[in-house]
């Protein structure tokens, strides 16, 4: 996870993640990654310009990432044209920042999935929403 928080992790509980302080823009990433990045721009399109380099160099072998479904942005687009799949939400996620806050966004997300096994992408996320 390379956009994360110790309070994240209680529910991510990946092997490695980065903070906002040992920023995951400058490690290399590799195998399977959860990317659920800050929204801010320039950090929204820097991460998932990382993402979609890394999977593409073969380094990341499987990938879901979750933002806003933002379709008019740039960094939408990249994103939409590496991934297999994408879980558009029914309703909105609630989400918990770094200081334990529980936030409602105004918009709705999606799931990009970046892989091979795409059926099991489809199992797993079709009870959120609808899959294209």
Known sequence: ?????AIAQ?????E?????????LDKKWSGKVW?????A????????EKLVSEYKEGNVEEAILLTHNYTDTEWFHIAESACSLICFTRGRIRFVSADGSVASPTQGQAFFYYGKRLESFRRAFEGF???R
């Open 41 to 48: 721009q320039p950090d929204i399109q820097l991460f998932v």
């Open 16 to 24: 490695r993640f980065y903070t906002k302080e040992h920023s995951g």
């Open 1 to 5: 996870d390379p956009a994360s928080s």
């Open 10 to 14: 209680k529910t991510v509980k990946a």
């Open 129 to 131: 929403g609808f899959i």
């Open 35 to 39: 990317l659920n990045p800050p929204y």
